[in-house]
């Protein structure tokens, strides 16, 4: 059974300041998202990580790809208030299918000002 | 913003009622499938639909149920409602190889 477990859960952090959200995952997938939701709303796509090594970034915001670790991360540099959200990270064991997404915990970020 | 639409938004059933939701794909994508998202947790995959037939079951009982129409939309049935169904449910349009695409989901609460 595919596990996905993030951390941390909650991460209360200053504006300016740099952070980093862990992802690990328990079986080799195919892909790997980054959402963002807002309380009450829809998940929201950051990123889509393909392969071993991926990085991709947009904003302050930056998630990369260990295939061999099982591990992805989203870096937040520089966070302002408007990043307070949750963010999930989402593996996809699809196998030549339709996405069929197995979810992390979530993290809870709080920005303050 | 993506083209996958559900309905109704909202809704309040009382326990033990029956409940459908629907969910309409994004143009070009053939597979629909079902989140369920407990509140404070991560969606749980109920679901999936492909070609008009189930393509893949997370772990859930029997009473949750689902159709795809030829159009590709997809309906949500759950049965015998209990208080532990009220969560927000996500629909996601996808293709194979191609990302899921999520819709802005419906609020089901159950009194």
């Known amino acids: 059974e595919l596990k996905v477990e993030q951390n941390p859960l909650f991460l209360s952090m200053q504006e300016g300041k740099n952070y980093t959200i862990y992802c690990n995952y328990s079986?080799?997938?195919?892909?790997l998202y980054w959402y963002r939701q807002d309380p009450g709303k829809s998940l929201e796509s950051l990123f889509v990580?393909?392969?071993?090594?991926a990085v991709k970034q947009e904003g302050r915001l930056m998630a990369s790809l260990d295939t061999k670790a099982r591990l992805s991360t989203l870096h937040i540099t520089a966070a302002v208030h408007d990043l307070s959200a949750t963010y999930f990270c989402?593996?996809?064991?699809?196998?030549?299918?339709?996405?069929?997404?197995?979810f992390g915990t979530g993290t809870r970020l709080q920005v303050t000002l | 913003e993506t083209g996958v639409t559900q309905s109704p938004t909202h809704l309040i059933k009382t326990r033990g009622q029956q409940v459908t939701l629907r969910c309409s794909s994004q143009?070009?994508?053939?597979?629909v499938s079902w989140y369920q998202q407990a509140l404070g947790q991560g969606p749980q995959f109920i679901f999936q639909?492909?070609?008009?037939?189930?393509?893949g079951r997370g772990n859930f009982p029997p009473r949750f149920s689902g159709l795809q129409f030829p159009n590709y939309s997809s309906e949500l049935n759950v049965n015998a409602l209990e208080l532990d169904d009220s969560a927000l449910y996500l629909c996601?349009?996808?293709?194979?190889?191609?990302?899921?695409?999520f819709g802005q989901g419906t609020r089901l609460t159950v009194v």
């Open positions: 143009s070009g994508h053939n597979t």
């Open positions: 989402a593996v996809d064991k699809a196998g030549g299918t339709a996405s069929k997404l197995t």
């Open positions: 996601a349009s996808s293709s194979v190889n191609t990302e899921a695409f």
């Open positions: 990580l393909l392969s071993n090594g």
């Open positions: 079986t080799t997938s195919d892909r």
């Open positions: 639909y492909y070609r008009e037939e189930e393509n």
